[in-house]
């Protein structure tokens, strides 16, 4: 009888067992499904071995439909979005309750080029700036905040841009999100830093021989008439140097200002650059301060004709002749040189063999006022604007120009220009 009881006990135990195992995978089997976003077949559902949970199943499939299906719908709304914006010349960023990327359209990946794809990043990663994280938490929790411009240090890079932004539900309706359109301000901020070192740049540059002139007439005032008479001499030299040195500073601003002007008034007509550079060769040959140097030219005869202006050219040729006068010693070779192109271009070049200039600063001396040996150029009368009209007038015939250090020392400024001008 106890035998009977036992195994009884221990078949309803073992049955119990059983249903408790099934359901247990019953659970299981629904939470992977949620999990996988995969409603379960018919086979495989808890309902073929738990017939009682065949409601239960059926409701998390259906669960699990509706949810891919908004799922779904979500990124079909974005997908659209980004259809919409992509063109908008106006840079549009979406980022989630996290600062996840979920849209950022063609224009906004031009002002962030070092990462390739923006959508699914972290926002930190690309905009490393702790006032503009601190802009987009405040916008996304609705705080409403006028449009604000940020400095973003990217790499070796600083780019400043203005944004303004606006909360927005993300598409499931459970979190905020938020919206800002950007723009680019950098190239604006730059010209404005350029301006403004320009104009201090030639505030210092006028200041320095006014105040020599001014304190040398003032000394004069005073004591002319108890004065030597070799020292009154010296002064008056002085400021005869510093305002002529003030007038070319005066005349090469003028110069730099005509040439940005809306009309720079340049004349193009063909010239032969044989012919041309004969008559530098002679004009620049006779100048006292060729004395010492070597001047030649390398220019071949089936050169042929250019279309520019002869008068603003020669200003070019000119400073760059002078500068080869003025940055080498006695002895020192120039050549003056041209040779045909690709594409019909004519390159030209000023070489000379003298002490050269450091590589680093080869990129920087067409820039107004910079100067390599700043005694050097003082004293030899350079206001170091010079490069830069050259510049100037290379780039409004359609040309570029560069400098290049030679082999054994030296420097080449070359100059492509087109030989025929755009109407
Ligand atoms: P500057 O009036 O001072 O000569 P530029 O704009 O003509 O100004 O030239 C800028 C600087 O480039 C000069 O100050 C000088 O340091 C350097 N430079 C120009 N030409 C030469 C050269 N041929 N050899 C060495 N350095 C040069």
């Known amino acids: 009888m106890i035998y009977l009881v036992t195994v009884a006990l221990a078949l309803a135990l073992a049955l119990s067992l059983r249903a408790l195992w099934k359901q247990n995978r019953a659970l299981h089997d629904l939470e992977q499904a949620a999990r996988r976003g995969q409603p379960l077949l018919h086979d495989e ?13 059926e409701a998390v499939n259906r669960l699990i439909t509706q949810n891919n299906s908004l799922q779904q719908q979500r990124s079909d709304q974005l997908a659209q979005l980004e259809a919409t914006l992509g063109n908008l010349r106006e840079a549009v960023l979406i980022v989630d309750g996290a ?26 990663l690309i905009v490393r700036s702790g006032p503009f994280l601190e802009y987009v938490r405040a916008t996304r929790e609705g705080t409403v905040l006028p449009r604000e411009e940020f400095e973003i240090i990217d790499g070796d890079h600083t780019l400043w841009i203005e944004a303004s932004g606006a909360p927005i539900p993300s598409p499931d309706g ?25 104009g201090a740049n030639a505030s210092h540059e006028l200041r320095t021989p006014l105040s020599i002139i001014k304190g040398y007439i003032e000394t004069l005032v005073d004591g002319h008439q108890t004065m030597e008479l070799a020292d009154r001499d010296k002064f008056l030299r002085t400021i005869q140097r510093h305002s002529e040195r ?62 520019a202006d ?26 003056l040189g041209a040779a045909a192109a690709g594409d019909g271009d004519v390159e030209c070049w000023v070489r000379d063999d003298g002490p050269g200039i450091p590589t680093a600063d080869l990129p920087h001396i067409f820039e107004r006022f ?7 150029s003082r004293e030899t009368g350079g206001t170091g604007l010079g490069l830069s009209i050259v510049k100037h007038i290379v780039q409004l015939h359609g040309g570029t120009v560069w400098a290049e250090s030679g082999e054994g020392g030296g420097l080449t400024i070359r100059l492509r220009l087109p030989r025929r001008q755009k109407t």
Request: hydrophobic share 40%; no cysteine.
């Open 246 to 307: 003030l007038k070319s500073i005066i005349d090469d601003l003028l110069a730099l200002s005509r040439l940005e002007s809306a009309t720079p008034g340049l004349k193009f007509a063909p010239l032969s650059l044989t012919g041309y550079y004969g008559e530098l060769l002679e004009e620049y040959r006779n100048r006292p301060q060729a004395a010492g140097h070597t001047l030649t030219v390398n220019v071949p005869a089936s050169i042929g004709l250019i279309e």
């Open 174 to 198: 459970k979190s905020q999100w938020a919206l800002f359109v950007i723009h680019d301000m950098t190239n604006q901020r730059k010209l404005e830093r350029v301006r403004r070192d320009f």
């Open 99 to 124: 600062n996840y990327i979920h849209l950022a359209n063609r224009a906004l990946r031009e002002i962030f080029p070092g990462a390739r794809d923006l959508v699914n990043l972290r926002l930190e």
């Open 370 to 376: 910079y100067r390599v040996e700043k005694g050097r």
């Open 310 to 335: 002869g008068e603003k050219l020669a200003h070019v040729f000119g400073n760059l002749i002078e500068n080869a006068f003025k940055y080498t010693p006695k002895g020192a070779r120039i050549e």
């Open 45 to 57: 559902s808890p309902a073929a071995y738990l017939p009682a949970w065949a409601v239960l199943t």
